[in-house]
């Protein structure tokens, strides 16, 4: 028998993961044109300094939305990684 309130659940969570892989797309889109401008002015890939206030900033908004801080950190640091990786890359092929 279909369960329509898990199937109502699932529809949100389907929402949700869509928007994710949108905002995613946006968010790589704009770091592929820092790599191409820090290739271009002899910028390096990371920028820890940069990457710590990021983390510090979405702890702190992590905890006020209910979230697990550890969470947004590995998440955040997940994604700033393959973008270091893209930046590498970028700055070895110009
Ligand atoms: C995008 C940048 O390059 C790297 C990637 C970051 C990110 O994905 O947010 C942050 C800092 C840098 O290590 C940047 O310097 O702003």
Partial sequence: MADEILNRYRES?????????FMLAERFK??????????ATGLPPADP????????????????????PDFS????????????HHHRRAGADG
């Fill in 13 to 21: 969570i389907d929402n949700i993961d869509a928007a994710l892989i």
């Fill in 49 to 68: 300094g940069r990457e710590q206030i990021q983390i510090d900033r979405l702890r702190a908004l992590a905890k006020s939305a209910n979230l697990d």
């Fill in 30 to 39: 704009i770091t592929k044109a820092v790599g191409e401008h820090k290739a």
């Fill in 73 to 84: 950190e590995k998440f955040l640091r997940f994604v700033i990684d393959e973008v270091i």
